[in-house]
């Protein structure tokens, strides 16, 4: 039972784009920017990264169709290349096309493709065509300028891929900045090792220079790098909830099953579960990464960090690729009673209970000097964080500066929380929609329900793969 909301609608609604690489944790962060009240998406933009250019854009035309967004949001196709360097894809992820065993998208082919594929507006939407960054910068610096002639709040900047079509952004309209809130970003490693690159996390790796662009800027950037999305891990036991609509409640067999928007989040999870299996050796279930971007701007206060220890040395959880892999090791008692979790901190008090201890209780997060390793090397795409303040020539943000804010502990269980309402709410629009429905598992280009487990559930408790993980996107 859930003591209170997850979130409050106290009337403020903040203004969100979203620059993504679709990609099925991008399907998770691009539902929550559409569904969740506190919110206003303005645009989605698309860029080069879990997938090619094309399809990173034809998926987030299909997700923004399935989860029945404003036709009027643009969806625009942005780079497809980096900066300087060659791209990079991962299929081994995200199987062939970014969406691989994803269940019950549209065809493209479908009337709620069209606004995007065949736009009346072709300066507020993209054709299917080619790359247009040009489009993108026209459409984000329009909006941010008629925000600021008519004095409404700066917009908050997702970015949940490369970084590519923000830089260009950033050096096109640098008098527009002011525009922007912040910029939070899910991409780089904070004392942690790479996941695709020795140093590097993948989305930095692929573009090393944008993110160094981005860094530097001066404004607010705030980075979910792999120390903390890896302690968002979907499990089993958040896969039945997702199924049953309720917590720890399998879904029974007597009833219907589970929603098309259900299925379709089960089957994105349970492909993504596999692959993070068989590629990183996660057993528990994937790591959501890009959901923490949205979270973060719905709620900052849904991460943390422990008070600073003599020396502010980084936190010693961030050493662990899967903080809950060790979840059968032995749990400290807190004073609370309730248990200390892998990160050292009590499941309780860390959360602001009145009777928290000082030793564990939890603060904002902090920012750091982050600089980006671009040369060639087995360095390259490294986040470097100056934890010492060693490097630190002013206060401020931008170069010099302490230019990022760190995220380093997530309240799990009220994230969690967060995702089942949005679930829900995203249900309930669905089924007031007038719009056409289609049958769950329509074909499309290559993304169909044949792909999909039998048994999703089961699909989850395997921890290893006996064949390539690009084999069950057809």
Excluded at 337 to 348: M, P, R
Aim: proline share 8%; charged share 20%.
């Amino acid at each position: 039972m859930i003591a209170e909301a997850p979130f409050k609608d106290d009337g403020t609604v903040k203004a969100l784009w979203l620059d993504c690489d679709p990609g099925h944790d991008d399907a998770i962060a691009l539902l929550m920017a559409v569904h969740h009240p506190g919110l206003e998406l303005l645009g989605v933009s698309t860029v080069a990264g879990n997938a090619g250019g094309r399809d990173t854009f034809l998926n987030a035309v299909r997700l923004m169709a399935l989860y029945r967004s404003d036709p009027s949001i643009p969806v625009i196709r942005g780079s497809d290349c980096p900066l300087v360097k060659e791209v990079k894809i991962d299929v081994g992820i995200h199987g062939q096309g970014g969406l691989g065993g994803v269940q019950g998208l549209p065809s493209l082919s479908s009337p709620l493709c069209q606004p995007w594929l065949h736009p009346a507006h072709p300066k507020t939407s993209s054709p299917t065509t080619g790359p247009e960054p040009s489009l993108f910068l026209y459409t984000l610096s329009t909006i941010i300028t008629e925000r600021l002639n008519t004095g409404k709040p700066p917009i908050h900047l997702a970015v949940t891929g490369p970084m590519t079509n923000v830089a260009l952004f950033i050096r096109c309209y640098p008098h527009l900045v002011k525009g922007i809130e912040q910029i939070v970003l899910m991409g780089g490693a904070a004392g942690v090792r790479g996941n695709r690159g020795p140093l590097a996390e993948f989305n930095i790796l692929n573009d090393p220079e944008a993110a160094a662009i981005c860094f530097n800027t001066d404004i607010k950037v705030v980075m979910a790098g792999l120390n903390v999305t890896h302690q968002a891990i979907f499990t089993a036991e958040l896969h039945d909830r997702l199924l049953s609509g309720k917590p720890h409640e399998p879904q029974p067999s007597s009833q219907a099953g589970p929603s098309d928007l259900k299925r379709m989040l089960s089957s994105t999870l349970t492909f993504f579960a596999k692959t993070y299996a068989s590629e990183f050796g996660f057993t528990r279930g994937p790591p959501v990464h890009d959901m923490l971007a949205i979270a973060y701007i719905i709620d900052p206060t849904l991460f943390y960090r422990r008070v600073p220890s003599p020396g502010d040395a980084p936190n010693a959880g961030m050493f662990d690729a899967d903080p809950h892999s060790n979840k059968d090791a032995h749990v400290p008692k807190s004073r609370s009673g309730q248990g200390i979790n892998s990160l050292g901190l009590d499941n309780v008090d860390a959360r602001g209970s009145d009777d928290a201890d000082p030793a564990v209780v939890g603060t904002a997060p902090k920012r750091y000097r982050v600089e980006v390793e671009c040369s060639d090397g087995l360095a390259c795409g490294a986040t470097v964080v100056d934890f010492w303040g060693d490097r630190v020539e002013h206060e401020g943000w931008g170069k010099g500066g302490k230019n990022v804010e760190v995220l380093e502990n997530l309240d799990c269980p009220r994230m969690w929380d967060i995702f089942f309402e949005v679930v829900e709410r995203a249900e309930a629009n669905l089924a007031s929609s007038a719009q056409v429905r289609e049958p769950l598992g329509a074909g499309h280009d290559g993304i169909d329900g044949r792909s999909g487990p039998s048994s999703p559930t089961r699909a989850f408790a395997s921890s290893r793969r006996d064949t390539d993980p690009s084999t069950d996107a057809t």
